[in-house]
Nanobody, 115 residues
């Protein structure tokens, strides 16, 4: 059974940094894509960044230049490095993995940025 476990969230002041981790229960090479989404209270879930099996990355415009997605195939972990955090980045961050036509989701990790 595929499991994704996020960690690394927390409370940080504006301008600070956090690194989120998503640990997969199987080899991340099994997935076509892995990514990070976020959902703020009362808002829809939105895509933050995606990385393909081959390492190609795409980042949403609203975090471009501040957030970086990467992966460690040996550890089966996908990271989201978040720098220059803003209060608007406050949300529950979810890890997502796509295998063929099946989407898998983690439980989420809360990121709160204070002004």
């Amino acid at each position: 059974q595929v499991q994704l476990v996020e960690s690394g969230g927390g409370l940080v002041q504006a301008g600070g940094s956090l690194r989120l981790s998503c640990a997969a229960s199987i080899s991340i090479a099994s997935f076509n894509f892995m990514g990070w989404y976020r959902q703020a209270p009362g808002e829809q879930r939105e895509l933050v960044a995606v990385i393909s099996r081959t390492g190609f990355t795409t980042t949403a415009d609203f975090v471009k230049g501040r957030f970086t997605i990467s992966m460690d195939n040996a550890k089966n972990i996908v990271y989201l490095q978040m720098n220059s955090l803003k209060p608007d980045d406050t949300a529950l961050y979810y890890c997502n993995a796509l295998m063929v036509q099946t989407n898998y989701w983690g439980q989420g990790t809360q990121v709160t940025v204070s002004s």
